[in-house]
C-alpha cells in the first residue's frame, strides 16, 4: 500500500500563499520559517550590527597603529606639548593584538549587519568564531593581569598642565591586576549569550 506525506495534502493555493508569505517577509528582512511559511521574531537588528561593525573597524584600526604612535612620542619625534609619555612598551603587543580581534569582530558584526535576519547558519558560525576570539581576548587580558608593571595609567598634574601617561606605581600592581582580570571573567561571561544565541538559531532553520 502506497503511503502519503502530510505535504501531499497541501493544496496548490496553499503552496503559493507560503510562497508569498516567505517572499514578502524576505523583503522585509524579516527570517520566515521555510518549513511552514510563518513570519518569525528577527533575531538580529541590521543597523545596530552594522554600526557596531564600522565602530569596531574604526577602533580596532586605531588600537593597531596606536603603539607606533605611542612610540614615536617617546622617541619625541612626534610630540605633544602638554602630553608626556612614559611606559613600558611591552603592552604595545597586546594593543595591536585587541586591534586586529576588535578588527575581526567588527568585520563579523558588519556581515551580519548586512546579511540580516536571514541565513542562520552564517550568523551561527560567526557567532562561534567569536566565542573562539572572545577566548583569545579573555587570555591576552589574563596575561596582561600577570605582567601589572606594563598596565599604562593616566596622570593629569594640575601644577605643570601636563598629562603624563606612565606605567603604574608597585603600589597599585594588586589592584590593577584584580581589574584586569575582571574585565577577563566578563569577557569569558558573554560567551555565554553567544552559545545561547547559537542554540536559538536551530529554530530558524527549520
Known sequence: MEGYFPEDFVSPAD????????????????????KTGKQLKPFVKSGG?????????????????????????????TSIPWITISINTGIFFFISIGG????????????RGIIGNQ???IHQGILGVSIGLKIVNAIVFGWIALTPEIIPW?????????????????????MASGLVLLI???ILLTMIEDIYNI????????
Do not use: C, H
Open 15 to 34: 503552496v503559493k500563499r507560503k510562497e508569498k508569505v516567505i517572499a514578502k517577509s524576505k523583503a522585509l528582512g524579516l527570517p520566515v520559517s521555510q
Open 184 to 186: 577577563a571573567v566578563i
Open 154 to 174: 593616566p596622570y593629569w598634574n594640575e601644577a605643570t598642565q601636563i598629562l603624563t601617561i606612565a606605567t603604574i606605581a608597585p603600589d597599585f600592581y594588586v
Open 199 to 206: 542554540a536559538k538559531l536551530e529554530r530558524y532553520k527549520l
Open 49 to 77: 550590527k552594522i554600526f557596531e561593525g564600522i565602530a569596531g573597524i574604526v577602533g580596532g584600526i586605531i588600537f593597531f597603529i596606536l603603539p607606533t604612535i605611542l612610540s614615536n612620542m617617546i622617541t619625541a619625534s
Open 119 to 121: 541565513e542562520p547558519a
Open 100 to 111: 586586529i580581534i576588535s578588527i575581526v569582530e567588527g568585520g563579523m558584526n558588519l556581515v
